[in-house]
């Protein structure tokens, strides 16, 4: 049932992971949590396991409220996790509960609470890329198994259009994209018309984001333009030794691998162009936030609405990136047109655009 105009105050609790970690999940959690509680008044709590930590990242509203679940022996990690879910739940008498969670756990959310508790499966992940042991060959459920699942939520909502699961009822599914915060400095702004011979990357440093191809095609873009630099920003897995794979390309005058910052504006501002190597994305925030700041964009055709020909340079493979990369270093003209379409389009994924769909999704659900 629809709550009226006036009751409006909710009640919301985030089931997450890895909330307190520099990636795109938490970022977009502390946007809309901030929102909720800063510019709606809802009361916001967010539970969060598998943390190395409990200091944030990225900056969250002192009025939201924290509960960590501590990390287990995996044999109990799963059973002590509903344990303590359901305490908070009892505590705290949710009104609407939003999972982020796109692990096995969160497909289990809805058997453990009750049904008088409205609850929302939030997706993240792409697709072909969800819930697998080690390989898409060995899937952990079919397709058919995991929209059982998901059909106990009240609503999911997912990013963009190629994410709708086939075995779901259409009037579940909600499309509600990620919002950025854009600022007036930006939006008034003229293109990015200088030259700072500079190309950013952001992501966290795990294979699944292509840094290793991304290396290779640097490398074929400095035999041509060795003046320009390449700096990737983004949370270091110690598994994965990028420095290493660096030396080997002898990129170490070209390339520069630094710790992810809480807010890349200046980062952004004083780069020419982004260059997105992933294997696949659901909806990149990096691509948005490049998007605003008027930024052009190098990618892969990634299965999403959010990229476009319009301001994107999508390449079919590594020689094609490079070529694309050269393009854009020395067309200005294509470099400052698909810089303003960039910007134009952010205007859609605008916070206060994103969040009204988010508020009247709350108030219908």
Known sequence: MARSNEDRHMKILYISTGITNSGGVAKVVSLKANYFTEQ?????????????????????SPLIKFKFISKKHKIIKLLWFFIELLLYIKKY???????????????????FISHKIKSIYEMHAT??????????????????????????YHKIVVLNSH??????????????????????????????????????????????????????IWKEVITIHPDYY??????????????????????????????????????????DFLVHPSYYESFSMVILEAMS????????????????????????????????CIKLIENKEVRVQKGTSAKKASIEYESNVIMKKWEDLLLII
Request: glycine fraction near 4%.
């Open 40 to 60: 709606l008044n809802h009361e916001v709590h967010i539970i969060s396991s598998n943390d190395t930590s409990q200091k944030t990242f990225f900056n969250f």
């Open 93 to 111: 008498q949710p009104h609407v509960i939003i999972v982020t969670d796109n692990g096995f756990k969160g497909l289990l959310v809805p058997f």
């Open 127 to 152: 697709n072909d890329n969800f819930i697998y042991l080690g390989s898409k060959k060995n899937n952990l459920f079919s397709n058919r198994s995991i929209a059982y699942f998901l059909s106990k």
């Open 163 to 216: 994410q709708k699961f086939q075995f779901i009822l259409k009037d579940k599914q909600v499309i509600i994209p990620n919002p950025v915060v854009i600022s007036n400095e930006v939006i008034t702004s003229s293109g990015n018309s200088m030259v700072y011979k500079k190309a950013i990357a952001v992501g966290r440093i795990v294979p699944e984001k292509g840094w290793d191809r991304l290396l290779r």
């Open 230 to 271: 390449l700096e990737i920003y983004g949370e270091i897995d110690p598994k994965y030794n990028l420095n290493s794979l660096i030396e080997d390309l002898n990129l170490k005058k070209n390339v520069k691998v630094l710790k992810p910052v809480n807010d890349l504006e200046r980062q952004y501002s004083t780069s």
């Open 293 to 324: 700041f008027g930024l052009p964009i190098i990618c892969f055709d990634l299965t999403t609405d959010l990229v476009n020909s319009d301001y994107c340079l999508i390449a079919k493979n590594e020689q094609e990136f490079a070529e694309n």
